[in-house]
């Protein structure tokens, strides 16, 4: 009998499943694909090129919630040295990216009034309370206080921060609550060196230790006995464990549990999750094309772009340059490759506007629909205090973690917060009641 179950091989539950290990705990993590780290996979290929399931870095660097995962480990992520030289597209050009609320106030992308209304805005941010904003849109909050048209125009980008660059549609109290993080730390994203693979082949390194990882590993039923968890049936066979942390998809556990076991609002939140997708494209070109060496973001047209050979050898074989392109599909995409073109279409006029050499210059291209990114659709009501809990109300060893779940941040940073919660919980808990053997010093 093991420990603690963890259904998905994503940050989430590789996360969970090696804190626990590196506990003593004696875990299992059941994966139904060939390969772990979920929706932030990467290999590499017969080529020599390291390819990544979309483009993933982790707000904060070292000061952000992936770090502290690793921290209590023992760990530290290898983030390559912050380059500082990341752009902005607005109104089709290339713009420094302004440092801080001083530095937009000194930007020549607006004019001097705009910038007057845009530092006022960042000081209200700075002061807001996250709580009196979950409810409402970004376009409320600034509506609430100013009017210029240069500033509206402005507030995608902001949007963008969490990964949702519609203005009436995201959470201002999750863009709050992210501002007020990010101007804390002083710092910005973070680049793995090498990619995610690094991140999960340590995490996987302690999950070893006391625990298995099965691949090709189907959860078919989490059994519920009495109100508590009791194990997890397969199609190959059943796991018993007083603690199943489920990490996949949350609307994928209404398939595995009862529904009248799981309270209501969890199901009405599974049932109503808005989903997001983005078209990814890698960009292979025989020769650099710009020297930047972290990344853009747009502000008026919802894409970014990174450029990992310039900072990180290590992604392609010798005298080849990749960079990484991304754009937001419509919300509820629906597989449409008619509006996939359109946005590609739209992607690439963006890329001509600011680096006019650069796709002559393409030798190869993957393009890659990245779908439902749930945590990054941060709208009023899929804010924080609509998310379901971790520990799942009614269900004794229950935990849902990942990314749509009451973790704090957006998107990855909700899986690692989410996963370290859980953790805690559970070691809490069996303290108290002793079913746990002696932890790990």
């Known amino acids: 009998m093991d420990d603690a179950i963890i259904i998905g091989?994503?940050?989430?539950?590789?996360?969970?499943?090696?804190?626990?290990?590196?506990?003593g705990k004696k875990v299992v993590v059941l994966e139904e694909t060939g390969m772990i780290g979920g929706r932030a996979h990467s290999y590499?290929?017969?080529?020599?090129?390291?390819?990544?399931?979309?483009?993933?870095?982790?707000?904060?660097?070292?000061?952000?919630?992936?770090?502290?995962?690793?921290?209590?480990?023992?760990?530290?992520?290898?983030?390559?040295?912050?380059?500082?030289?990341?752009?902005?597209?607005?109104?089709?050009k290339l713009w420094e990216r302004p440092e801080g609320p001083l530095g937009f106030l000194k930007t020549p992308m607006l004019s001097i009034r705009a910038r007057l209304v845009l530092l006022a805005l960042f000081m209200k941010i700075k002061k807001a309370d996250p709580g009196a904003w979950y409810d409402k849109t970004?376009?409320?909050?600034?509506?609430?206080?100013?009017?210029?048209?240069?500033?509206?125009?402005?507030?995608?980008?902001?949007?963008?921060?969490?990964?949702?660059?519609?203005?009436?549609?995201?959470?201002?109290?999750?863009?709050?609550?992210?501002?007020?993080?990010?101007?804390?730390?002083?710092?910005?994203?973070?680049?793995?060196?090498?990619?995610?693979?690094?991140?999960?082949?340590?995490?996987g390194k302690h999950i070893t230790r006391e625990g298995r990882i099965h691949l090709h590993e189907k959860a078919e039923k989490i059994i519920i006995e009495n109100g508590q968890a009791t194990g997890v049936v397969t199609g190959k066979t059943m796991?018993?464990?007083?603690?199943?942390?489920f990490a996949a998809r949350l609307p994928l556990v209404l398939d595995l549990i009862d529904?009248?076991?799981?309270?209501?609002?969890?199901?009405?939140?599974?049932?109503?999750?808005?989903?997001?997708?983005?078209?990814v494209i890698d960009f292979i070109t025989n020769k650099p094309v710009t020297g930047i060496r972290s990344g853009i973001l747009g502000v008026d047209v919802p894409i970014w772009a990174r450029f990992q050979s310039n900072a990180d050898h290590s992604f392609t074989p010798s005298g080849k340059y990749l960079s990484t392109w991304g754009i937001m599909l419509p919300w509820h995409f629906d597989g449409n490759m008619t509006i996939v073109?359109?946005?590609?279409?739209?992607?690439?006029?963006?890329?001509?506007?600011?680096?006019?050499?650069?796709l002559p210059e393409?030798?190869?291209?993957?393009?890659?629909?990245?779908?439902?990114?749930?945590?990054n659709v941060l709208t009023p009501a899929q804010s924080k205090p609509h998310r379901p809990d971790i520990q799942c109300p009614g269900i004794q060893g229950l935990y849902l973690i990942g990314d749509?779940?009451?973790?704090?941040?957006?998107?990855?940073?909700?899986?690692?917060?989410?996963?370290?919660?859980a953790v805690d919980k559970i070691l809490g808990d069996r303290k108290k009641s002793g079913s746990f053997g002696n932890v790990r010093s």
């Open 9 to 23: 091989a994503g940050y989430a539950g590789m996360s969970a499943a090696a804190l626990l290990a590196h506990a």
């Open 44 to 92: 590499g290929d017969e080529k020599g090129y390291i390819r990544e399931y979309g483009a993933h870095s982790h707000r904060l660097a070292h000061k952000g919630i992936a770090n502290e995962v690793f921290k209590r480990l023992g760990e530290e992520i290898d983030f390559l040295p912050e380059a500082n030289d990341s752009k902005l597209i607005f109104k089709g």
């Open 138 to 203: 970004l376009l409320d909050f600034y509506k609430s206080s100013f009017q210029n048209a240069e500033v509206e125009a402005f507030l995608p980008f902001l949007g963008m921060t969490v990964m949702c660059p519609d203005p009436d549609k995201v959470s201002a109290g999750e863009v709050i609550d992210f501002l007020q993080r990010a101007l804390a730390a002083g710092v910005g994203v973070g680049e793995p060196r090498g990619g995610s693979a690094g991140i999960f082949q340590t995490l």
């Open 239 to 245: 796991f018993q464990a007083p603690d199943v942390i």
């Open 259 to 279: 529904p009248s076991l799981l309270p209501a609002a969890t199901i009405h939140y599974a049932q109503r999750i808005e989903h997001s997708s983005s078209l």
């Open 341 to 358: 073109a359109e946005a590609e279409k739209r992607m690439k006029s963006a890329m001509a506007a600011v680096f006019p050499d650069f």
């Open 362 to 375: 393409v030798v190869e291209e993957r393009k890659i629909v990245v779908p439902v990114m749930n945590g």
């Open 404 to 421: 749509t779940v009451r973790g704090d941040g957006c998107s990855g940073d909700m899986s690692f917060s989410s996963a370290m919660t």
